[in-house]
């Protein structure tokens, strides 16, 4: 089970139907409606939820947020353990709620800010690669 708590500044809405009139639903986020005098809707807003949401690894859900963890150079959610931090390929990020958001308990250096480590090997790789195909066509 992958377990995440919502990033301050991304929203992720929830796949599935929408249904005409009702406010879109993202993960790990609540819809919080702020009213006027009158009682008329002012605005909509989209704090983050007290509790990690668990959502099955194997199910279409699981496997969309897995693949987004590989293309994102920063992710929509924080892993809520170290197991899901680990089947993301991401570093463990201790957060805690502030403000109706979730933040990290400690300044991240940038490296771990962006959750870049799965990229910046992706390009070594890949640097190693046209390296070694330039070295194979210049013989």
Same mark, same amino acid.
């Given at each position: 089970?992958?377990?995440?708590?919502?990033?301050?500044?991304?929203?992720?809405? &929830?796949?599935?139907?929408?249904?005409?009139?009702?406010?879109?639903?993202?993960? %790990?986020?609540?819809?919080?409606?702020?009213?006027?005098?009158? %009682?008329?809707?002012?605005?909509?807003?989209?704090?983050?939820?007290?509790?990690?949401?668990?959502?099955?690894?194997?199910?279409?859900?699981?496997?969309?947020?897995?693949?987004?963890?590989?293309?994102?150079?920063? /992710?929509?959610? &924080? /892993?809520?353990?170290?197991?899901?931090?680990?089947?993301? %390929?991401?570093?463990?990020?201790?957060?805690?709620?502030?403000?109706? @958001? &979730?933040?990290?308990?400690? /300044?991240?250096? @940038?490296?771990?800010?962006?959750? %870049?480590?799965?990229?910046?090997?992706?390009?070594?790789?890949?640097?190693?690669?046209?390296?070694?195909?330039?070295?194979?066509?210049?013989?």
């Amino acid at each position: 089970m992958l377990r995440f708590y919502a990033r301050p500044g991304h929203v992720l809405p &929830w796949p599935g139907p929408k249904f005409q009139g009702q406010p879109v639903r993202y993960i %790990g986020r609540k819809t919080k409606l702020f009213r006027d005098d009158a %009682g008329e809707v002012v605005a909509i807003g989209h704090p983050a939820i007290e509790q990690p949401v668990e959502i099955d690894e194997n199910s279409r859900e699981g496997q969309r947020i897995l693949r987004l963890f590989r293309i994102e150079n920063e /992710p929509p959610l &924080w /892993p809520a353990d170290t197991e899901t931090a680990k089947a993301c %390929g991401v570093p463990y990020v201790d957060v805690e709620l502030k403000d109706g @958001e &979730w933040r990290p308990k400690r /300044p991240l250096p @940038e490296r771990l800010g962006r959750l %870049g480590r799965r990229r910046e090997r992706v390009q070594q790789r890949e640097t190693k690669k046209s390296s070694s195909t330039t070295q194979e066509g210049d013989k």
